[in-house]
């Protein structure tokens, strides 16, 4: 297992896309658990203090999970993600979109792929994020994408180390 995981962001912004890979000290079955389960993905995603609620979660082709990231103090940020291929426990894809609490998409969206594979009990999760335009690719480095994934994904960390324990 690795003791320092790897984390790598990068932008392309002639092509409006965005990278990341990031490394899990576990396996790739409760990785992947944690990516496709709402009550996992509510416990790790967004960045601290920030809480998740997931209102909507279908993870199937065509389905879509629909969620909130709640600030302290109460602010609602919804976003609809729809499940556009899966391919159990190696990689599924969705678009994403903003979106109000009534679930009114802002448009123009992005698509996120993401990839799973394991090795020797590290499990490697990369993604690619192609956004529509380059404005709301802006608007999601401005929202501190960088910084949240980084601080999300510590999340992950922590709520893995409780589920291997179990």
Known sequence: MNSDPLFDFSVDKE?????MTREFNADLELV???WTTAELLDQWWG???FVTKTKVMNFEVG????FAMVSPDGQ???FVQKYTAISP???????NTFADADENRELPGSDWDYTFSEQNGTTKVSITVYNESFARME????MGA???CAAQFENLDELLATLSQK
């Open 89 to 95: 426990k190696t990689n599924f894809k969705t678009y």
């Open 146 to 148: 960088i910084q949240g």
């Open 139 to 142: 608007r999601m480095i401005e």
């Open 15 to 19: 092509n409006k896309t965005v990278y």
């Open 63 to 66: 389905g879509r999970r629909f």
């Open 32 to 34: 992947w658990e944690a």
């Open 76 to 78: 609602e940020r919804w």
């Open 47 to 49: 960045p601290k203090p």
